[in-house]
């Protein structure tokens, strides 16, 4: 079997990464391996978009805290996504035709711990092993699940008042998934910055340009819907959809699907919504 060149380049590239306490730049490790200069930049913006690299402040890369992560197998961390987990992911997303994410869930961040593209769109935003901090609505299902003190701190910190914060919360307890949506003004906007993310790929070469496209999106994306939103025949637009996974007793875990459209039908929002479930539940089951 001859192997994967661009996935050897790409272990080669961790490994010489790994082996050295110096920061490398990128015509140091394109020389050292005997690869291309824009073909390096382009795997190192890659691994550093997903969280494999960092770049310091001369231009030089070193391993990144994702890679630092995959040695952890404590309760909690990337050691709890199983290939079954994996294969409950792809299945969503082959029957969504959305990409999924599995996402934990602390008292101000989001880790992703698990992720599959789908074959028609990839899933923009943080790579596998990135955290984002974040506050309401984001964490609306696991908060769900929450006590009423705990719950008033998440929105409240963001100004968000009690009958908004029931309201998103609702949705969660009414149909087993929060939904997320754009200004309505962006809603165009959003696929846009979908495809422009997922198109672009590795090839988007500054990892700052990347970073700033993926804020920006997820700005987009960060306006939760109530149930009196949701109850409607109209097409809406739809960024994200989460539900809660429970693991060991406890809910830290969402299961979230990208969307990322700006017109979905109500019958094909509650499929998307029960298969969303369905395999949040099978999740839960496995862990």
């Not at 494999?52 to 402040?57: F, G, L, Q, T």
């Not at 989001?110 to 901090?133: D, E, I, N, W, Y």
């Not at 970073?211 to 025949?233: F, H, I, P």
Request: proline share 6%; hydrophobic share 40%.
């Amino acid at each position: 079997m001859a192997g994967s060149p661009p996935t050897r380049r790409v272990v080669e590239t961790i490994q010489l990464l790994s082996e050295t306490d110096e920061p490398r730049t990128i015509a140091q490790i394109a020389d050292t391996l005997g690869i291309t200069r824009p073909t390096m930049s382009a795997i190192l913006a890659e691994l550093d978009s997903a969280g494999w690299v960092v770049r310091d402040s001369s231009r030089g890369y070193r391993v990144g805290a994702a890679v630092a992560g995959l040695s952890r197998s404590g309760p909690g961390e990337s050691s709890m996504v199983t290939p079954d987990v994996i294969a409950v992911m792809e299945e969503l997303a082959a029957e969504t035709g959305c990409g999924t994410t599995l996402s934990r869930f602390t008292a101000d961040r989001m880790t992703v711990v698990g992720k599959v593209h789908s074959q028609t769109r990839p899933v923009p935003g943080l790579g596998l092993g990135q955290s984002l901090t974040v506050g309401y609505p984001a964490g609306a299902a696991v908060m769900a699940m929450r006590g009423e003190d705990e719950q008033a701190a998440w929105a409240g910190a963001h100004g968000a008042d009690p009958d908004r914060r029931h309201g998103v919360l609702d949705v969660v307890r009414a149909l087993g998934y929060a939904a997320y949506r754009p200004a309505s003004s962006d809603a165009s906007l959003v696929e846009s910055l979908a495809d422009l993310l997922g198109a672009v790929g590795p090839m988007l070469i500054d990892p700052a340009v990347r970073r700033s496209a993926t804020r920006q999106l997820s700005e987009l994306s960060s306006r939760a819907y109530r149930l009196d939103d949701l109850n409607t025949r109209s097409p809406l637009p739809l960024s994200y959809l989460a539900a809660p996974v429970a693991q060991r007793g406890s809910t830290d875990y969402e299961l979230q699907l990208g969307v990322l459209r700006s017109a979905v039908p109500a019958a094909e929002r509650t499929d998307l919504g029960r298969a969303l479930v369905e395999a949040a539940s099978r999740v839960s089951a496995l862990w």
